[in-house]
């Protein structure tokens, strides 16, 4: 499934009731879904909203990375404005690297808050190049990233130049408690980001 719709020029798109094949535990890179690149620079003619939200079996996914990845072509956006994965397991995923990048017209993530990160280890450009992204109504939430999350890879670009482009920015992302001590890379994680309060990275351990 990866790289399904990669390139595509869409009108529109329903995909809201897929049901993906359950995977018996423990999910491995040998039978976990593979659904890098999905929508990879593909252009919709109009603002549109992808909905996830009523995916099932998500816990078999082990790969996002490039998911929703937009086009370098600033001048041709790729129009997804909103992305809806309330309450999709990402338990077993391990890469997220890209995920939303050069999403320049995305607004929101839905259900930001539900997506866990227990075997996550990579997000190096994950939410780079959203200029119009705010994390004022979905951020990370505590028990699903904060107390498992533990990055072994890199936050380069992580968040570089989120809301740069909005007149009314959002919360910073909550990030406090984050387990860095394995990141081996931060290069330009928050440059030129654009937040109405301080990034909170005062207890990041660098040991």
């Known amino acids: 499934m990866s790289s399904m719709f990669t390139g595509a020029f869409l009108n529109s798109l329903d995909i809201s009731n897929w049901t993906l094949k359950p995977t018996v535990a423990p999910v491995t890179s040998s039978n976990g879904i593979d659904i890098r690149s999905f ?8 603002n549109t909203t992808i909905d996830l ?6 816990s078999s996914l082990i790969y996002l990375d490039s998911f929703f990845r937009g086009g370098i072509n600033v001048a041709i956006p790729n129009k997804i404005e909103q992305i809806n994965l309330t309450g999709r397991d990402t338990s077993n995923v391990t890469n997220m690297t890209f995920m939303f990048y050069y999403c320049t017209t995305l607004t929101q993530v839905i259900g930001l808050d539900d ?3 227990d075997n996550l280890t990579s997000i190096r450009y994950m939410f780079a190049i959203c200029g119009m992204l705010s994390f004022a ?3 990370f939430n505590d028990a699903n990233w ?3 999350i533990s ?3 890199s936050l380069d670009s992580t968040f570089r130049e989120v809301g740069m482009n909005l007149t009314s920015p959002g919360p910073a992302p909550d990030v406090a408690l984050w387990d860095v001590s394995n990141c081996d890379q931060m290069l330009s994680c928050f440059l030129k980001t654009n937040f109405n309060n301080a990034v ?8």
């Not at 909170?200 to 040991?207: A, C, I, M, Q, T």
């Open 39 to 46: 929508f990879r620079e593909c252009l919709f003619n109009s």
């Open 53 to 58: 939200s009523t995916w099932s079996n998500t």
């Open 115 to 117: 997506l866990r990160a």
């Open 137 to 139: 109504n979905y951020n």
């Open 146 to 148: 904060n107390t498992v």
């Open 151 to 153: 990055l072994s890879g």
């Open 200 to 207: 909170d990275v005062n207890s990041w351990d660098f040991s």
